[in-house]
Every structure is written in C-alpha cells, then in structure tokens.
C-alpha cells in the first residue's frame, strides 16, 4: 500500500502531489488527501490524468459538491457541477485581471474546496495568485486583532465584481450598501479543520460595511485589512501548465487572477465543494 508523497513547495502553504491515484480514491487516499490538504492549503496536482467526470468524482470525495450559483455565463453543457471559466464561448471572466477575492463569500456558506484544472491554456499570462490568510492575520499587531473581536462584515449579494446587477437580484434603490441584502461573516474566522483563525475578506471591497460600526471607520479599518491581507511578501502563484489542477482551501486563502492575450484561449473548469457557516475565531 503506498501512501501519498507530498512535496512541499511553502511551509504550511503550497504542497505538490504527483502520481495521485485518480482512479482509485478509497477512504484511506481520501484521509490522507485532507491531512495534506490541511497543512498545505493549496495543493498541486501535476499531469492530472482525468477529464470532467473524474474531476466531478475528485471533488464529491471531499465532500458534498457546492453548485456554481447560477449565472449567465459559465454553464458547463453536461456537468452542472462545473463552472467553466474562459475568455471563449459562454465561458466565466473573460480575459481580464480578476482581483482578490474568495469564492462565492457573499453566500451563507461558502465552499470549502475550490478545484481547479486546466484544460486549455495561453502561451503566457493568467497565472493565479494565491494569499495566506493565516499569515495575514498572525502578523497583524495586537491591538488590531482585538479591535476585530465580535466584529463582521456585511457582504452584499446585490452587485457582481463588475458592478453588474447579479442574476435574479433587484437593483438596488438606495446607495446605503449597509442595509443592501446579504450576509454577515466574521472577519475572523476559525477554521473548521485546523481549528486556527484566518481573516476572511470576501470580495467586492467598495460596497463593503461592518454592522454596529459606523461608515468611515468601517472604510479605514477595512482598507487597513485588505491592505495586510494583498499586499504581502509571500504571495505565491501557480504559473499553469498543461495537466494542472489545483485544490485549494477557499476558507483561509484568497486568490487573484492576472490578464492574459486575449488572442488566446485559457479554457478551465472548476468545481467546489460546499463549505460550513463561517464562525467567529474571537
Ligand atoms: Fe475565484
């Protein structure tokens, strides 16, 4: 019985595993696979030997799946699982620079697992970067980190990252974003698996608000966070080759996306597994 081999590319951030059995997911790979995943919160896969259905497979291991919410784009024609992400078609994002963000945060529950491969890729340009929200939120000096004890963030579910009315919402009839629907998570939370706490931002900085707090100081804070949580030294991307997939922990990472040529294609699919309720660390 041979166990999975990780290697270690980040301490307690980036692992890569080759020769993962695709075909042959039991419980004691799936075990294995969530320890690695634990310690290593994105983990690489190199020259995935799968197509659709065995990524479908590979996720719903790891839990029950989390359907894409539903959009315009991005359908995937026989997986409603999959999310497909392209610059081509009926893709998802086009070609430009996606930025920082977790996925799905504006819902109750977002995922837990984001999954990610490759199946058509420009010559250059579209790598994905990947920031630790355990370091952000370790390094922060103390006094800031009790100032978050209690507190949360509104994240409105009315407008997308592009500023566009989302599928099914009202657009809204007052610029108060404060009082927009949505749902409030903690900006600390615990992390379900490791037991340790991460700074959980969401997206779509600028409609923003923390309840109990009032506007401009809500701004500064928050301005404060992002800048902590983005801009930091050990940012680490993934530079996609073909055959890569990525598993990656969308409870304590956030993740960005550069632009590339749009004369090329960058065709990826992606799948989720549902996560918990995110819940206060402080
Ligand atoms: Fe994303």
């Known amino acids: 019985m041979t166990h999975l ?6 301490p307690e951030f980036v692992g890569e595993l080759s020769d993962f059995p695709f ?12 320890a690695a995943w634990t310690q290593y919160p994105v983990l690489r896969f190199r020259n995935v030997p799968i197509g659709d259905a065995e990524q479908v497979a ?3 291991a790891l839990g029950p799946v ?19 992400i392209s610059n081509k078609g ?6 430009g620079e996606v930025t920082w963000h977790t996925d799905m945060w504006y819902i109750e529950r977002p995922p837990s697992a984001a999954i990610l491969r490759a199946v058509e890729l420009p010559a250059a340009g579209g790598n994905t970067y990947f920031s630790n929200m355990y370091a952000a939120f ?27 009315v989302r599928l099914g919402k009202e657009s809204p009839s007052s610029s ?18 490791s037991g ?15 309840p109990g707090m009032k506007q401009q100081e809500a701004k500064e804070l928050l301005d404060e966070l992002w800048q902590r949580a983005t801009d930091r030294a050990d940012v680490w991307y993934q530079e996609w080759k073909p055959g890569d997939m990525l598993l990656w922990d969308n409870r304590c990472l956030m993740h960005r996306r550069d632009a590339f040529d749009r004369g090329s294609i960058r065709l990826m699919h992606r799948t989720t597994v549902e996560g918990e309720r995110p819940l206060a660390a402080l």
């Open 58 to 60: 590979f996720t719903r």
């Open 90 to 95: 009926s893709g998802d994002l086009g070609d």
């Open 176 to 193: 108060d974003f404060a009082s927009w629907p949505g749902v409030d998570h903690p900006i600390v939370r615990r992390h379900a698996d």
């Open 138 to 164: 370790t390094s922060l000096p103390d006094a800031l980190k009790k100032r978050l004890r209690g507190l949360s963030i509104h994240h409105q579910s009315v407008l997308d990252t592009y500023d566009t």
């Open 23 to 34: 075909h042959a997911i039991d419980d004691r790979v799936v075990k294995e696979l969530r």
């Open 196 to 210: 340790k706490p991460c700074l959980y931002l969401g997206s779509v900085r600028a409609y923003q608000s923390i």
């Open 66 to 84: 989390s359907y894409p919410v539903k959009q315009s784009r991005g359908k995937h024609e026989k997986f409603p699982e999959i999310l497909v």
């Open 5 to 10: 081999v990780v290697k270690e590319v980040i």
